[in-house]
């Protein structure tokens, strides 16, 4: 531990969604001091949405009472396309029409600090590495549950960021080779083509095609979607056709871990994002994460499978910004780009 | 490049076999300056059996005529399991009986030197890094096709050896969830239990079972071993079941090798070992590696698909044995424990 008080050094993260733009402040130990959240507002175009990333920095900035030159970098997080080494966004999916932005550079101008363009699921992994339930790892991957199945792999304090900028796209590792459900970007088999949102809903769809009885039958004929949040609480309800949906997704989690601990051999990995059942607070969250640690048991090498830890990730929805900004610190201990 | 001249600094590489045990003198540019092959003997047990490898590494010292003191660490390559840290042999499949042998420092007590364990797919990997068809590479990773499929993954001159020295197994990638072949290793579905030697002839013999035409009949009729040899041959000569399990391998192959770039995004993907159909030399080889391409071509992501490397290994049977010596003196470089 350093000996400086850490408000001498603090950190700027800004986690960029296709629907929010989180901003916070976070110290030298990985506290946030001042944190807010607004619209993201994609549709008003990229020179829009940069300038009203900048005001959310200022304003954040002035919310935390840290000095503007106690700031000593960065660390921006968006989704793919992107292209890590030159800091562009290229083609993020979630934001449409944001195309070819230096986003980076133009944070970096505006306040002439440095600035860190990084991955928005590897930033989340590197906050649980930095400070959340992957602080006590050397190498950890974590798996963000949600409308994709996003991934980051952190070895050694390094961010596996891949040398074409599409490292630790774990979700598109393939799982079932023939006859594998479509994804729409375009992969066939993907651990993301049967646990994304959309796929596990479609799930849920086909099985009723089928004539699975279930509860979620009737919020499909009172004309209500069917949301993965709606098969969760069917599920807790006690509707055996939920239950078995998400017990499934666990096992394809629990097949797709497997795969990356044969090729990366972390010692932790975690899981995040919404699509987590309530994580460990609630009996289907816990058997949720069972039912993944008993396919990687089936599954795994012997030794990996007993000493790797699978657990849930702590820091939720803080955890985008609070890994751009320890990603930022990193890289500035690094290079000295930040004096 | 340093001014020294290139005998100054040499290096030991030891790459052990269960048939054979491979040495090499290299010099700091990678260059063998001598090398033997010599049959392991395992069956004589593992006292015999290092006995046996010290006098290896004295006879090529001698052959090579570099001074002792100028080689300044010596790299041990061998197969797993095993625990790297502790410089471990622990129950390695290959050598059956040699359990629990401290190989790092039996070595290095011997000779006086810095002694550097690492597994034998990994030290072949960093071999073709270091000096061969990766040398241009910042990321990569290389498929070892013999009797299992070894793995290799060497990130920014880092090798992922993983926490539980079980990284870079990428053999045992999930590629078929359900109904998947079983691997002696005791995995389902992986890549190995499609591609591996003994898989490779099990498909042959299913596929004649089932009534396929072939030249290979014909072998087994005459009450000859079917081996990947013989089905290469049969290949070579035009037989269509040969050609489409070799095609088949080349489509799982390039199914792996998809969602190892899906994982690490690494610039270069090389294929060794015995199972590569003469290479580049031969057609078959050729069509073999392009079969590859394509299915990654039509998997993986549009860019890393489009730019990353996919070929044949260069330094064949010596990669295990350079590679050894190369991260012995990688190791050297980072903790000056080579003096």
Known sequence: MSPRTTDDHCYVGIDLGGTNVKVGIVNDAGRPLA?????????RGAEAGVANILRCVEDAVRQSGVKA???????????????IPSGMMLRPHNLPGWNDVPIRDLIADHFGKPAFLQNDANAAAYGEYWVGAGRDSKSMVMWTLGTGIGCGIIIH???????????????HVV????????CDTGQYGTLE?????????????EALAAGRESSLREVIEAGDELTPLVISQAADAGDQLADDLIMDSARYMGIGTTTVMHTIDPDCVLLGGAMTFGRNETPLGRRFIERIREEVRRRAFPVPAAKTLIDYAQLGEEAGYIGAAGWAR???GEGGACG
């Open 69 to 83: 030159d106690a700031v000593r970098g960065i660390g921006v997080a968006t989704p793919g396309t992107m292209d």
């Open 175 to 182: 799982i079932e080779m023939d006859n594998g459900r479509y």
């Open 35 to 43: 944190n807010l959240k607004r619209p993201t507002h994609s549709e």
């Open 330 to 332: 990193r890289k500035c």
């Open 193 to 205: 083509a049967y646990t994304g949102a959309k796929y596990f809903v479609q799930r849920a769809l």
């Open 157 to 171: 304090d390094m961010i596996i960021e891949g040398e074409h900028s599409t490292g630790s796209e774990c979700g």
